[in-house]
């Protein structure tokens, strides 16, 4: 086991960068991972955003770019970075320039919803690092404004988080375009059968580095449910949100117009609200965001898209407003708190319509919620709500055990297949930043 950035082979103007960031111990997955990535090998990462994984394949590719400079064309790029979403682009460009702060080397990021010319300006000199979601890297391609043919490194971040947006076509396209001779690295927080397929067809005798058990919850975080009947979740929310044990608060809802909703509803009571989709513009999400980040709105409410790109330190609840149909998802959603060693406490509603919804997290984590009310929520929170929330007062510790009774029913549902926390020292994921909508 590595426990210090200085035994890695690292050359020194990365080394230099590590410690002008307080970067001194590796997480699992960058000691275990940037020995292989600077040897060649390709590599398959099981890992969840938090843990590191950015760091650890961005290192590698700057040391490998930076031993020989490679004259390029117009168009050209050395390294592609593929990412589902346009904010994590921007957070693994902005971790790029960091690391490599001492390189010289040309990076840029490309995403759709914004004007290209700028891109296209990027692109014509040629990059050694281009970071990109899949809709607008096809557009400039198309355009003739990119080519793959100079290509030695090549990165499918999120894999499985890709194809539940849709973009299993856009990401066969780029990889059938690339140079077969090639380094490949394929990072997933799951393995879905689609994804494994995927990887089988992307890899070349890979190195498997598994960080965690695939969907497994983050062992800091405090799991906790609440049975309420859909109409007064709006009460419950604002009456646990009068605890100021709730600091900062990402709340989750299935759909924009829901978002949206929760986020009035929150500003009308006095609370200082954001919300963040896809549907907003990307100067309103970056706006909504840093809001968030610097305390000007104690609360976020986001869609599903947004539980991936998320990497804020601070957030002390998640609250999953409505829970997911898809269970991968609470996962994700849940692993925006317990972030770089603090603990966190996660709150699900959970309505009549959704206890399947429930069954299937808890088959898939193999723990179940505690139950923090039995009762219907009617206008008047249970006199325990609050301590629940701030964690002042601690549910017997039996219910969390995997295993346990559960208590609570619902009809069955079809099974419906969809992190660790960040070492404190370490480079885990990117600053800033979120998640919205599809390149």
Known sequence: MTHSFATLDLVEPLQRALRAENYEHPTPIQAQSIPHLLAGRDLLGIAQTGTGKTAAFALPILQRLSAQRVALRRGQVRALILSPTRELAIQIDDSFRRYGRHLGLRSAVIFGGVGQKPQVDALARGLDILVATPGRLLDLVEQRHLRFDAVEVFVLDEADRMLDMGFIHDIKRVIA?????????????????????????????????????????VERIEQRVYFVDQGNKRALL?????????????????TKHGANRVAEQLAHGGIGAEAIHGNKSQAARQRALANFRDGRARVLVATDIAARGIDIDGITHVINYELPNV????????????????????????????????????????QNLTVVAEHRFRGAAPSSAQAHASGASRPPQHQNRPGSQNRHDGPRRPHRHGGGPRHKSAPGGQRGGATASQG
């Open 238 to 254: 604002a009456d646990l949100l009068k605890d100021q044990g709730i600091a900062r608060a990402l709340v989750f809802t299935r």
């Open 177 to 217: 375009a690339l140079p077969k001779a090639r380094q490949s690295l394929f990072f997933s927080a799951t393995m879905p059968e689609a994804a494994a397929r995927l990887a089988d067809g992307m890899l070349k005798d890979p190195v498997r580095v598994a960080i965690t058990p695939q969907a497994t919850t």
């Open 327 to 366: 269970p991968e998802s609470y996962v994700h959603r849940i692993g925006r708190t317990a972030r770089a060693g603090a603990d966190g406490i996660a709150i699900a509603f959970c309505d009549a319509s959704e206890r399947a919804f429930l069954r299937d997290i808890e088959k898939l984590t193999r």
